[in-house]
């Protein structure tokens, strides 16, 4: 299926029923008063996550969904039936924001939720409620609300663990086949990737994460140059990112460091947010060269790019705050198994962090607000 991660749609919710103006007739009733129902609710339009879907593609052909309006009121004291609701159902991942003010509507981020984005229009009253001692027979009722209507804009973020940046051609592809089931194409010229890939990195039988394969960037991406630039809102969900580098590329003439800094110069320039997540050096294609030759190429790149990579100090525990470096070949995996498995420390120690964060919230707000202030009696 061809993968879609945006779409334009407009949704409108359902008008309420009017209300009924109706007198109750029945043989030796001569005055029986009024008895007309309320109008029906028109249905409202929700947005539900979800994860057997994986792509915004049905919302690119359709793009208008309209609601039912609720019935109108009945005599004899009959309330009009509701509209059904409409559900949307979309990807875990998507964004929904407003087409004419930018406002954000819902982030649906787990599976199963739900979030309303046109509400229905009440019903209206029927001429029931409008009697009195001094007006027994109302011949007043109201009309039913109109349903809410507005442009969306529907965008969908990948969700991901680690996220793959990086030129075209830099093995990204490779790496994401090389450590889990995903089968993204390969092949030996730029582009070969036109749209995200997810793979599944499976550690044991309890552990396991979600790494993301964008199509490669190229220096002007920020701008809307080459494939990648479309794609890298998907980067901004994912907490680690891995930056690989072809430490032997075909064409002699590219430089890797010159081309590591243009990516990090594109990062900074699209979200400085993005700029700032951890970020990791995967230096790949060792296979290609001898021992001495990938020494020697990664010296001088580190030493070009001016980044430094102390040994991370891990013996109280994972150390979060040291950037890895890590020299792979994906094609025949030397190395990536470490990789793995350091990842896998890393996000189940930010897990532990965010868990421990999340307790120490919890308790200070479950703390007593309503304690006697003594300061005031201290200083006296």
């Not at 004419?100 to 229009?121: F, N, S």
Request: net charge negative.
């Amino acid at each position: 299926m061809k993968f879609i991660d945006e779409a334009k749609i407009e949704v409108s919710a359902g008008r309420g029923g009017n209300g009924a103006v109706s007198f109750r007739r029945e043989k030796f009733v001569p005055r029986g008063g009024p008895d007309g129902g309320d109008g029906g609710r028109g249905g409202s339009v929700y947005a539900v996550a979800d994860e057997n879907i994986n792509t915004l593609v049905e919302y690119r052909f359709v793009k208008r969904y309209q609601a039912k309006n609720g019935e109108k009121g009945h005599g004899s004291d009959r309330y009009g039936a509701g509209a059904d609701d409409i559900e949307l159902h979309m990807p875990v991942g998507t964004l929904i924001r407003d087409a004419d003010t930018d406002e954000t509507v819902a982030d649906l981020t787990r599976h199963g939720q739900k979030v309303c984005l046109a509400k229905g229009g009440k019903g209206g009253l029927g001429n029931i409620h409008f009697k009195s001692s001094v007006n027994r027979a109302p011949k007043q009722a109201t009309p039913g609300e109109e349903g809410e209507a507005r442009s969306l804009i529907l965008e969908l973020k990948v969700l991901a663990d680690v996220g793959l940046l990086g030129m075209p051609n830099a093995g990204k592809s490779t790496l994401i086949r090389a450590v889990s089931a995903a089968r993204p194409k390969v092949a030996d010229y730029p582009f070969t990737t036109l749209h995200p890939n997810l793979g599944v990195v499976r550690i044991d039988e309890n552990h396991s994460f979600v790494m993301a394969d964008i199509p490669g960037l190229i220096e002007g991406a920020a701008e809307g140059a080459g494939l990648g630039h479309r794609f890298l809102k998907h980067l901004s969900r994912t907490g680690l990112l891995l930056h690989v580098v072809d430490l032997a590329p075909f064409d002699e003439s590219v430089v890797p460091a010159e081309e590591a800094l243009a990516i990090i110069n594109e990062l900074r320039k699209y979200d400085e947010e993005l700029y700032g997540k951890p970020r990791w050096l995967v230096l790949n294609k060792l296979d290609m060269l001898t021992p001495e030759e990938a020494e020697t190429r990664a010296a001088e790149f580190l030493n070009a790019i001016g980044w430094d990579f102390p040994e991370p100090d891990d013996r109280f525990g994972f150390d979060m705050n040291t950037p890895r470096l890590f020299k792979i070949s994906a094609l025949t995996h030397e190395g990536t198994q470490d990789l793995v498995h350091q990842i896998s420390l890393y996000l189940s120690e930010k897990k532990r962090q965010e868990a421990q964060a999340a307790e120490t919230e919890a308790d200070n707000t479950a703390a007593p607000a309503s304690q006697t202030d003594t300061s005031v009696f201290k200083a006296e």
